[in-house]
């Protein structure tokens, strides 16, 4: 696929979302790290050193900060919104 979208008209969705809506402030976000864990929450920060989330366990309880630099990070998802 190389730099072509999989849609069928060839061009990305309308209202597909770019990185500062994705990860901005309050978005609810999976993160996969690469040390094995994978964490859901709220996007509190981002900068050029990480990702500052809001951890929360399954039924919604907040489990606090957790602060994960780039590096660590494998994948980020988010569900449309």
């Given at each position: 696929?190389?730099?072509?979208?999989?849609?069928?008209?060839g061009?990305?969705?309308?209202?597909?979302?770019?990185?500062?809506?994705?990860?901005?402030?309050?978005?609810?976000?999976?993160?996969?790290?690469?040390?094995?864990?994978?964490?859901?929450?709220?996007?509190?920060?981002?900068?050029?050193?990480?990702?500052?989330?809001?951890?929360?366990?399954?039924?919604?309880?907040?489990?606090?900060?957790?602060?994960?630099?780039?590096?660590?990070?494998?994948?980020?998802?988010?569900?449309?919104g």
């Amino acid at each position: 696929m190389s730099g072509e979208s999989a849609g069928g008209d060839g061009g990305i969705r309308e209202g597909a979302p770019e990185i500062s809506g994705f990860l901005s402030r309050g978005s609810f976000v999976s993160v996969s790290a690469r040390i094995g864990n994978d964490l859901a929450g709220y996007v509190c920060d981002r900068d050029g050193s990480g990702l500052l989330l809001e951890v929360r366990d399954p039924s919604g309880d907040i489990h606090g900060y957790e602060f994960l630099p780039w590096a660590s990070i494998e994948r980020v998802s988010a569900e449309e919104g």
